[in-house]
């Protein structure tokens, strides 16, 4: 198994999302580490001249490192499961950027502990704020408190949306993300 890493990205995702996704994958190419990724079928067209896979497992069990910057639906709810965790092998890396209910949790704790897994880099988590108290005592686990999405692009994006309500709020003119009643 070559050096390589798995970009998980989904075609409609967020402006954010390909911003980290390309960002990581320049970072990659440049160190000289071969870059895959899966989109599922459903999602249409590939996107670059990569190696592509449309099966996660094969995907990960050819890749030593897998980064997860994707949307969580009910299709990608534990996309990230045993099999995929057992196909990546005791030498694999998971990185979750996305969402927590990606990876199912509670098999990452097992498989990590029963050494079937190499080790994870978590800035998401299933059940946040929650972090079970397995994740937390694992050496093999990296913890961040959910700040990938602070990208010097996402907060001039935030600064330009509140600027622009505050702006429309003033002039009365209808809000750019108004605040919905429930």
């Given at each position: 198994?070559?050096?390589?890493f798995?970009?998980?990205?989904?075609?409609?995702a967020?402006?954010d999302?390909w911003?980290?996704a390309h960002?990581?994958?320049?970072?990659?190419k440049a160190?000289?580490?071969?870059l895959?990724?899966?989109v599922?079928l459903?999602?249409g067209?590939?996107i670059?001249?990569v190696?592509?896979?449309s099966?996660v497992v094969?995907?990960?069990?050819?890749s030593n490192?897998?980064?997860?910057c994707r949307a969580l639906t009910?299709?990608?709810h534990?996309l990230?499961?045993k099999?995929?965790m057992?196909?990546?092998?005791?030498?694999g890396?998971?990185?979750?950027?996305?969402?927590g209910?990606?990876?199912?949790?509670?098999?990452?704790?097992?498989c990590?502990?029963?050494?079937?897994?190499g080790?994870?880099?978590?800035?998401?988590f299933e059940?946040?704020?929650?972090?079970?108290?397995e994740v937390?005592?694992l050496?093999?686990?990296v913890?961040l408190?959910h700040v990938s999405v602070?990208t010097s692009e996402?907060q001039?994006a935030?600064?330009?949306?509140v600027?622009?309500?505050?702006?429309?709020f003033?002039?009365?003119?209808p809000l750019?993300?108004?605040?919905?009643?429930?």
């Open positions: 198994m070559g050096s390589s798995w970009l998980q990205v989904r075609r409609q967020s402006r999302c911003i980290r960002r990581i994958g320049s970072r990659q160190g000289g580490v071969w895959h990724y899966f599922s459903k999602e067209k590939t670059c001249l190696p592509f896979y099966n094969e995907l990960a069990s050819k490192a897998l980064v997860i009910e299709q990608t534990h990230i499961n099999e995929v057992l196909a990546h092998g005791k030498e890396f998971l990185v979750n950027v996305g969402r209910a990606l990876i199912d949790e509670n098999e990452m704790v097992r990590l502990m029963e050494g079937e897994f080790g994870a880099g978590l800035d998401v059940n946040e704020p929650h972090v079970p108290k937390v005592a050496d093999k686990v913890l408190p602070f996402s001039m935030l600064s330009n949306l600027a622009g309500n505050l702006e429309a003033f002039s009365n003119n750019i993300t108004p605040v919905r009643d429930y």
